[in-house]
């Protein structure tokens, strides 16, 4: 087992990409302190406590890393999934203030916090890893703009590559998973309603399919592992080959 007696706190937990990681790391071994604003449907099996928390909230992070770290006795994994992408991001032009605050909030702010409380108790433990979700679109430019998504996984890059800095000489690893477009009921329910949308971001990807949530999280069970102890300050690129199409 990869993640043998590692605990992990893994945001976004409840659906998508975040509860197949709750899964795959269960699998390998893990013990898992699930955090999201909503319930999951259903409970995995394992070594898992869920706690309701909003990330863009302090005394909710504060709380939810307190209670898991209380209850597993120690802290080996951040891994930040949680992020939103909202229909009304547009340009900077025309995208409320309203909603570039939300998603920063969320995107941002919530790793910001989840590291603030979440790092003390990887240093009392000897090290660990630090697992932030950035995004492809942080890389490269879109015709069609997502502006303050796109700025916060810009941000989720930057800071990952920050903390990898200051924390690496106490054993702690940072690094960045940069998706591209994945199968999760975020994207696919919005992408189902505008054919005209798939087919255009489908188009782009060599590899000629949208990324499975698995895809990501192999990624991240690597990060989490002892395979990675020298992994640092990375960003990696997951995205079945968009963002080397220049056609």
């Known amino acids: 087992m990869r993640l043998k007696n590692k605990v992990c706190v893994i945001t976004g937990a409840a ?14 071994g893990a013990k898992v302190i699930a955090l999201d ?11 898992y406590v869920f706690i309701k928390a909003d990330v863009s909230k302090p005394s909710e992070v504060k709380t939810a890393i ?3 770290t209380k209850k597993f006795k120690k802290l080996d994994v951040l891994y930040n999934n949680a992020g939103i992408f909202l229909e009304k991001d547009h340009s900077v032009t025309d995208t409320d203030p309203e909603y570039w605050d939300k998603t920063i909030d969320v995107n941002l702010k919530g790793i910001y916090l989840v590291c603030k409380y979440g790092i003390p108790n990887l240093i009392e433990n000897g090290g660990g890893s630090i ?3 950035a995004s492809f679109v942080a890389l490269v430019g879109c015709s069609v703009p997502q502006d303050a998504y796109t700025a916060s996984k ?3 890059i930057a800071l990952t590559k920050s903390l990898a800095v200051q924390f690496g000489p106490k054993g702690i690893r940072s690094n960045a998973i940069c998706p591209g477009p994945i199968e999760t009921p975020l994207l696919m329910e919005w992408l189902f309603k505008e054919p005209t949308e798939k087919a255009k971001r489908l188009n782009r990807i060599p590899m000629a399919r949208f990324g499975k949530p698995e895809d990501i999280g192999w990624a991240a069970v690597y990060l989490a592992s002892d395979e990675s ?7 990696m690129v997951i995205d079945g080959g968009i963002t080397s199409n220049y056609f």
């Open 15 to 28: 659906s998508g990409m975040g509860k197949v990681a709750c899964d795959m790391f269960l699998k390998e």
């Open 37 to 47: 604003i909503k319930e999951p449907q259903t409970k995995p099996e394992g070594e």
């Open 66 to 68: 307190e209670s898991g």
């Open 131 to 133: 697992i932030n979700v």
């Open 154 to 156: 810009g941000a989720v």
């Open 229 to 235: 102890t020298w992994t640092n300050g990375a960003a």
